[in-house]
């Protein structure tokens, strides 16, 4: 426990830095708007799907939190997200950039008065999974409103890639997959890959601020 605590804390103390580092770059929305032709080919279809590590719908990111956005881009330009498509299109973008996608797609496709939602109650498989690694305690207890904006908000999105997204957690020492976050590693692996499945659907159905938002050029 107490090995698990410094690592979380010595992470923790890596986040605020960063954030802090990041605080001095401010996102403008309107440039992020021309710089998403990247984005708008796998983010901005419905229903695009993507083969590697194995086929699934690529996550909607319109809605999304622009600080989790950015810690995500981060994490692709330096490594710690395995996913060479991914890497190659961070390796691009300066911080500035990455702000200023990020600053766009959290407010892209979001209303001014969004609509009243209704609880989802889970199963008691599912809520026995859910306590075991208190994933609320990070993630809000709708998966929508995360205690931190650099976390991500999961409520909505699509199962097949948050189940890729959570067995990315469990992968080491994989030049092409895994996510290098000790936190996330460690609630993972608590978890079997059916187990993981699970919790993947059962986010996937509760209504969320998550969307994919055409452009015109797909419509």
């Not at 892209?108 to 599912?126: E, F, I, L, N, Y």
């Not at 890959?193 to 938002?213: C, H, P, R, T, W």
């Amino acid at each position: 426990m107490n090995k698990l605590f410094t690592t979380i804390f010595a992470l923790a103390v890596s986040l605020v830095t960063a954030a802090a580092h990041s605080q001095d770059i401010k996102g403008d929305v309107k440039a992020g708007e021309t710089k998403n032709a990247m984005c708008i080919g796998c983010h901005g279809i419905k229903g695009y799907q993507a083969s590697f590590p194995e086929v699934y719908k690529v996550p909607m990111i319109s809605g999304q939190s622009g600080k989790y956005i950015a810690a995500a881009l981060q994490a692709y330009k330096k490594g710690e997200r395995k996913h060479p498509t991914m890497r190659g299109l961070a390796e691009s973008l300066n911080d500035q950039d990455i702000a200023d996608l990020s600053a766009y797609y959290e407010q892209h496709g979001v209303t001014a008065a969004p609509a009243a939602r209704t609880a989802k109650t889970p199963s008691p498989a599912v809520a026995a999974l859910l306590a075991k690694a208190n994933c609320a305690s990070c993630h809000g207890a709708d998966f929508s409103k995360p205690i931190d904006p650099s976390y991500p908000k999961l409520g909505g999105q699509h199962a097949d890639y948050l189940f890729v997204a959570l067995k990315a957690y469990k992968v080491e020492n994989n030049p092409k997959v895994g996510r290098g976050n000790a936190i996330m590693a460690g609630m993972a692996k608590q978890y079997t890959n059916a187990e993981l499945k699970q919790l993947a659907n059962y986010m996937a159905s509760i209504e969320g601020d998550l969307k994919v938002v055409p452009q015109s050029k797909f419509r």
